[in-house]
């Protein structure tokens, strides 16, 4: 799937409609991703996978419990 696919597909894709949304580019486990907030409220992420400049995998989670932290930052040690 390439770019321009998958800028359509989130353009307009899944949303749920009647809803304020807005997009953020973020990086989500070391790679580009989306944050996607619903009325305010995170209603999901979707890390993009990027192999050789093309788009090869999209994954979209919304399972509240693994989107528990997605506001907090986690601190990186050695």
Not at 2 to 10: P, Q
Not at 33 to 54: C, F, K, P
Not at 57 to 73: C, F, M, T
């Amino acid at each position: 799937m390439g770019a321009d696919n998958v800028a359509r597909l989130l353009a307009v894709g899944w949303w749920k409609r009647d809803a304020e949304r807005s997009v953020e580019v973020v990086q989500i486990n070391g790679g580009p991703g989306l944050l996607v907030r619903v009325n305010g409220e995170i209603d999901g992420v979707v890390a993009v996978r990027v192999e050789n400049g093309y788009v090869t995998g999209a994954y979209h989670v919304r399972n509240p419990e693994k989107l528990s932290r997605i506001d907090q930052q986690t601190a990186v040690t050695r």
